[in-house]
């Protein structure tokens, strides 16, 4: 689908329940693919979930919340939430440990009017060391990420920034090429494909 033909391509204010860069920057992209000349700002907000969300329902919640929440700070056409969380693999089948372990999965939630788009991003595993700890104290994953990744991480230049505030815990994981503001656009992206074809999406049955 061309801008031209998008049905969004109008939208020119586009609020986002977050402040964090990287996750602006994700949706900033996601956005402009379908509405070239749409602003994206950011709202402080807060998810209603817990800091870190465990389990699909606390992911969506945390997303939904957030898209809602923008939605009535300001006069936003579009919002958008972003919520990212631990789900646990199920263990039936698993023939080692990482094929069984604790994956990181985020969602996108897009408010259009009354309509609403889900969308998800790709998962990756965390290392044992820090995802066994966050999921069972929500205790943010970041933080532990981050204090293993300095202990114990391939020597790099020194960046002292949070990784949620840079290239994330992603970006670190697989080398810069998947970095979070990427890993966000990825769940817009998949969470704007209703509100792109809403006829696909309101029939009941195939003709």
Request: negative net charge.
């Amino acid at each position: 689908m061309s801008p031209a033909s998008s049905p969004l391509r109008e939208i020119a204010r586009v609020g986002v329940g977050s402040t964090n860069p990287p996750k602006l920057a994700g949706v900033r992209a996601a956005v402009v693919a379908y509405a070239p000349g749409a602003e994206v700002s950011g709202v402080a907000v807060a998810s209603g979930v817990s800091d870190q969300p465990v389990g699909f329902e606390e992911i969506v919640r945390g997303a939904r919340t957030r898209a809602r929440e923008a939605s009535r700070a300001g006069a936003f056409e579009l919002c958008v939430g972003y919520e990212d969380g631990l789900v646990r693999l199920p263990t039936a089948g698993a023939d080692d440990e990482a094929a069984a372990g604790w994956f990181n999965v985020g969602c996108a939630a897009v408010r259009l009017g009354d309509q609403v788009g889900l969308g998800f991003s790709s998962g990756f595993a965390y290392p044992p060391a820090c995802a066994e700890r966050a999921a069972r104290e929500k205790e943010p994953i970041g933080d532990l990420f981050d204090a293993l990744w300095r202990a114990h991480g391939p020597d790099e230049p020194a960046d002292d920034r949070p990784s949620a505030k840079g290239q994330g815990n992603v970006g670190k994981l697989t080398g810069g090429v998947v970095d979070r503001a990427e890993y966000t656009r990825h769940a817009v992206v998949c969470a704007l494909a209703s509100l792109l074809h809403p006829d696909l999406y309101a029939r009941k049955e195939i003709a």
